[in-house]
């Protein structure tokens, strides 16, 4: 080393090292500069451009090995050409990721080499299902393209526990139902209707007419009205259900057969509904009775629907009692004691 003049002491300094690079055009610089602040120390240098090198070895391609979650999680690799080039993509959790390059001795990182992507489509995604056997097991049937996939559910058949009682929907709950009234089908509203209580309610009625109601009578009268009972109009159709009994007796040296007729609405021509059949003297029982022998009424006959024995709904009908003899002569008698009338009326719904 030439002598660079008379030593004058040492000093211990740390050196940071700069690189001066020549301007295109100038000739090369040939000098250094040493700047020293205490123990601190700048060196700058001329950077000269040498020739090419020789071509080095090209680095393996990149050899994919998969996605880990950290750097932690790269496996322990030689310096073999089985596995230089394996390449790792590390995501940071952000969206983005790394990659990791083994080059046989160091893993090089290229960070941020992938960035988070475009959006993808959105399929447009189409569902069915079925009910299949309860053995079956559960299946979901993919079918369509990726774009439109529809995926069809087959669910085994497992019935649930019994669920509580729901509305019918069939009951007008307009206004609250009284006490005692009955639900009436409302065939303009579809709905059933409360009504009632009392007379309006369609239900079974009892009536009846009291001794103190019959007329006593004496004579010989081929036909004679001992009672008359007046029944109230009701709101709905009714059928007329009568039975009843009376004391028949007979005069000195008769022989006279009396039976009863229970009238509707006239005591001559009006419909038969009840009848106690001809005796001498003793009880007549008076039941329900709707056919006789007078012209065109051998086949009359009630049922739900028909007017026979029928009151229709607001008008009101009276029934006369009406004592006929059917057979012999002379007198013939009716007394108020024990005679009593009951009717039913019956709602005709048909």
Request: hydrophobic share 35%.
């Amino acid at each position: 080393m030439a002598s660079l003049g008379t030593h004058l002491g040492d000093i211990l300094l740390r050196c940071r090292v700069f690189g001066l690079a020549t301007p295109p055009g100038e000739p090369p610089m040939m000098q250094a500069q040493l700047s020293i602040t205490g123990e601190d120390a700048d060196l700058a240098l001329p950077v000269l451009k040498g020739d090419p090198g020789e071509r080095g070895t090209p680095a393996a391609p990149f050899k994919w090995q998969g996605q880990v979650a950290s750097a932690g999680e790269l496996p322990t690799l030689s310096d073999t050409p089985a596995d230089k080039g394996k390449a790792y993509v590390v995501s940071d959790g952000t969206g983005t990721g790394d990659i990791a390059y083994w080059s046989g001795t160091t893993w090089n990182y290229f960070v941020d080499a992938f960035g988070p992507g475009l959006p993808g489509p959105v399929p447009d995604i189409t569902t069915t299902g079925e009910l299949v056997d309860e053995a079956d097991p559960f299946e979901v049937v993919v079918s369509g393209p990726a774009s439109a996939p529809n995926l069809h559910f087959k669910v085994p058949a497992q019935p649930g526990p019994p669920g509580p009682g729901g509305d019918w929907g069939l009951y007008d709950k307009t206004s609250p139902r009284p006490n005692g009234a009955v639900p009436v089908w409302d065939a303009t509203a579809g709905l059933y209707k409360p009504v009632g209580p009392g007379a309006a309610a369609p239900g079974v009625s009892q009536y009846t007419l009291p001794e103190s109601a019959w007329s006593a009578y004496s004579g010989n009268a081929a036909t004679q009205t001992v009672a008359t009972m007046a029944l109230p109009a009701l709101p709905y159709d009714y059928h007329i259900d009568v039975s009843g009994h009376a004391r028949i007796g007979q005069g000195l040296l008769s022989s006279t057969q009396v039976a009863l007729l229970v009238r509707l609405n006239d005591p001559t021509s009006g419909q038969i509904v009840g009848k106690g059949l001809g005796v001498h003297t003793g009880v007549c029982d008076i039941g329900p009775h709707f056919s006789s022998q007078e012209s065109g009424k051998q086949s009359a006959a009630a049922a739900p629907g028909t007017a026979t024995g029928r009151v229709s709904a607001g008008t009101a009908a009276t029934l006369y009692v009406v004592g006929v003899r059917e057979s012999g002569s002379g007198t013939w008698t009716l007394g108020q004691a024990d005679a009593q009338l009951r009717v039913l009326t019956i709602p005709d719904l048909g």
